[in-house]
């Protein structure tokens, strides 16, 4: 069978779901963002047993403790992909197994977010995994293989969230540590915490909004006195502070309130014009008439 063209009118009439990334400092009450969410259709993902801070939250939750775990949950939430292999994790041969160990997916629809606490867990769990693995260790030593079992988690990581982000019509958060340091010309530089580099530099690709949680003091108006930092959602990629960010909507402000529900209801809001989004000129209609071209003179 071929390829399916979708139209524009159907493309837009998709129930979409919002794929992000959060991070911030320890502390900051990233997992306290659960309370902004309707727990009725928000599943929890407690992988760090850190839920001391929603211990009231009345959602669903589930505590994945082993790499495995993590991979067969995400084939379980997220569906088959058709294009692997049999014995590859997220192929319709493993579903059918994940659907035996599991029951109907159906079970799952009535939730429309999975808050996903932490990928800094996650990336933890699946290198003890890798380190585990022959990739790890040197085929003429047989000793342990660091690079080995570095390469092995990058690609185990990346097929996970790219898993995860084509569930469709599914809002999937998730939650990670901010690591602040300085860098040989004494300024400020922030990543994510999580084993080994390729994560951390392919995530912002693969989802759709990357935004920082942290305490911020905004400047006073004239003639007020100073205010003491508050706690925001930064969104936008230029951003004064230097934090890791970015809006694929082009719907949110620089600084949004910490209130998960109501950001996610934002994004989903009316599309801004192209040309406010990108700040680059509309196209002509289709109808203008084309501008008069001129011969090169001698």
């Known amino acids: 069978m071929g390829l399916r063209i979708i139209t524009a009118d159907e493309r837009l009439a998709e129930n979409r779901g919002i794929k992000a990334c959060i991070f911030g400092k320890s502390g900051i009450g990233k997992t306290s963002l659960l309370w902004s969410l309707d727990p009725a259709s928000t599943f929890f993902i407690d992988l760090e047993a850190g839920d001391l801070a929603v211990q009231g939250w009345a959602g669903t939750s ?79 030593t047989g000793k342990p293989d660091v690079r080995g079992a570095y390469g092995l988690h990058g690609r185990e990581m990346i097929a996970w969230l790219t898993h995860m982000q084509h569930a469709r019509g599914r809002n999937v958060v998730f939650v990670g540590i901010l690591d602040e340091r300085l860098d040989d010309f004494n300024k400020k530089v922030f990543s994510p915490q999580i084993d080994g580099s390729k994560t951390g530099l392919e995530l912002p690709g693969i989802v759709d909004q ?27 990629t230029i951003n004064p502070w230097g934090f890791p960010a970015k809006d694929r909507s082009g719907r949110l402000s620089l600084l949004e309130p910490t209130h998960l529900g109501r950001l996610f209801e934002k994004i989903a809001g009316p599309v801004r014009p192209i040309a406010e989004r990108l700040l680059l000129p509309a196209p002509p209609a289709a109808d203008a008439e084309p501008p008069h071209s001129t011969s090169p003179t001698a």
């Open 62 to 140: 589930i505590r994945p403790r082993t790499w495995e775990d993590c991979r067969d949950l995400a084939l379980f939430l997220a569906g088959p992909n058709p294009a692997l292999r049999e014995e590859q994790p997220y192929s319709a041969k493993q579903h059918e197994r994940v659907v035996q160990q599991y029951g109907d997916p159906a079970q799952m629809d009535r939730y429309r977010t999975w808050f996903i606490d932490s990928i800094t867990v996650a990336g933890r769990l699946c290198f003890q995994w890798c380190r585990g693995q022959p990739e790890a260790f040197s085929e003429r």
């Open 210 to 236: 990357v935004i920082t949680m942290a305490e911020i003091a905004l400047e006073p108006a004239a003639g007020q006195p100073a205010q003491p930092p508050t706690r925001w959602l930064v969104c936008q």
